[in-house]
């Protein structure tokens, strides 16, 4: 599958909230860092990652554009509330082998009622 392909289901998956699903995505030592969180490193923790944060909000991913470049795709979403982010894939063999994402936590935290960090 192109990267584009692999993008278009990911957020197909993701918009149904199921992190069992969605960890199927990622190779098993995948990363995934969000930078404004932590890096996320393996399979089992990126799930362990999606089904906190699927717990805590209800999510939605619109896509805005999906671009491509060899083997590394690259997602410009919004959601529904308004917040706006991207999300950059590197593909190999299908699968996930490093995410990227940029995103304002602050508003999305705001958005979602949740606490905010003391940090």
């Known amino acids: 599958m192109r990267p584009k392909e692999v993008i278009q289901n990911w957020v197909e998956t993701f918009n149904q909230g199921n ?39 209800d999510m939605t991913c619109l896509i805005e554009h999906i671009f491509e470049d060899n083997d590394w795709g690259i997602l410009e979403w919004k959601d529904p509330l308004g917040l706006c982010g991207c999300g950059f894939f590197k593909i190999e063999d299908g699968k996930i082998r490093f995410q990227r994402g940029y995103w304002d936590k602050l508003s999305f935290l705001r958005q979602h009622n949740l606490p905010m960090p003391r940090e």
Do not use: C, T, W
């Open 19 to 57: 992190a069992e699903k969605l960890s199927e995505f990622y190779h098993d030592d995948a990363v995934n860092h969000q930078v404004a969180n932590q890096p996320v490193v393996g399979k089992m923790a990126i799930r362990e990652m999606f089904e906190n944060e699927f717990s805590q909000a």
